[in-house]
């Protein structure tokens, strides 16, 4: 797996301008996005076709990988064990750069959406969900690009750089860590978006500018629950004897008090503060919104009410009648075992989504 490298305060806003020939690349990825998409999302859908378009999708964006992205001595943070977001990020291989640049975070972003579009292939993920990464890499290029004047260069296909382990075990991690690089590169972008839709309400800009803004942050929101159903592409037997004791491990290693949990992963936390943000916004402005700015409101809500669904399905399918790791963690503080699933745990948590976003239902 190639190094994930990623801002220090997960913001797209404390990126410096420096870049060399990221945007070219970007340029490049983004109509080779494109192409996949039409034919993804073709009228006539062949499987073989498919497979056969994500090999040369591989192989056109084997140019653009590069694994040994240069940083200045001390950008790359250490890692602080006391703290458990670094905690997390030592478990899922992340490291935290400090002024880290546009073109470091966007060769970062590269790299880890080539692993993935080679992965994809040998995955049980459907169509459906792939095609939302795909629209969010569309809504990330359209980010990375405003403003730009970007050079075409056609970068000559290269040999596709296979870096997933052939033991079956193995590639279970593999595509576990992988899956919460891309979560994290896609939670990046999605809370910048809907820091920009916070601020054109704030500031009176035009409606279609403040919806475009809140439409592709759902759809980057959308394509994190994607990368969960990639992350889980294996078997409930393999998440219970490869992945669910390598977590442990790492939980023991870290002597966590409640468990090893997503309230460790920073990417969520700084995007959920956005979130919370955004929601305290319209709430404010609701009446004086107009509809194309609510029907982007309700998009988001069916993809944050989908995404705790998937999630509580994928727990149903993995984890079965046991407890999650947090949940294992806080009944042995407490001295008592939980009595409620993994899974009732997250369909609890989806309740108190829609009871979250009642209002935007409720004009």
């Known amino acids: 797996m190639n190094p994930c490298f990623l ?25 080779r996005v494109k192409n996949q998409i039409n034919i993804l999302l073709g009228e006539t859908y062949v499987l073989t076709e498919v497979l056969d378009a994500f090999q040369q999708f591989s192989a056109a964006l ?69 095609a939302y990464i795909l629209k969010a890499w569309e809504a990330a290029n359209d980010i990375l690009l405003a403003n730009h004047d970007a050079v075409p260069i056609d970068f000559p296909q290269a040999k596709i750089v296979e870096v997933a382990p052939k033991n079956n075990e193995q590639r279970a991690l593999y595509r576990w860590k992988l899956a919460h690089h891309g979560f994290a590169v896609f939670l990046v972008f999605s809370g910048y978006c809907f820091e920009q839709a916070i601020e054109g309400i704030e500031q009176g800009e035009a409606d279609d500018t403040i919806a475009d803004w809140l439409d592709k942050g759902a759809h980057l929101f959308r394509a994190t629950t994607a990368c969960m159903e990639f992350g889980n592409s294996f078997t409930a037997t393999v998440y219970r004897n490869v992945i669910r004791p ?54 988001f809500r069916t993809y944050y009410l989908e995404d705790m669904h998937i999630h509580s399905i994928i727990a149903g399918r993995m984890v079965g009648i046991e407890k999650s790791l947090l949940q294992e963690g806080m009944g042995a503080k407490r001295g008592k075992p939980m009595s409620i699933t993994a899974g009732d745990m997250l369909r609890m948590m989806s309740g108190m989504r829609e009871k979250e976003t009642n209002f935007i239902i409720g004009r």
Do not use: C
Request: net charge negative; charged share 25%; no cysteine.
């Open 246 to 299: 390598d977590m442990s491990r790492a939980n023991e290693e870290a002597n966590l008090p409640n468990g090893f949990s997503g309230t460790q992963n920073f990417e969520y936390i700084q995007w959920r503060k956005i979130k919370v943000k955004l929601f305290n916004t319209i709430k404010e402005k609701q009446e004086t919104l107009s509809p194309i700015l609510m029907d982007k409101m309700e998009l």
């Open 7 to 31: 801002p220090d305060h997960s913001s797209i806003k404390e990126l410096t301008n420096q870049y060399d020939n990221q945007i070219a690349k970007v340029d490049f990825f983004n109509n």
């Open 62 to 130: 084997a140019s653009l990988i590069n694994p040994n992205i240069p940083f200045d001595t001390g950008q790359v943070r250490e890692k602080v064990l006391t703290n458990k977001f670094d905690i997390y990020d030592k478990y899922f291989e992340v490291n935290r750069v400090q002024n880290m640049t546009y073109g470091q975070f966007i060769q970062q972003y590269l790299d880890t959406s080539a692993e993935l579009i080679n992965e994809f292939q040998y995955t049980s993920m459907s169509r459906g969900e792939i």
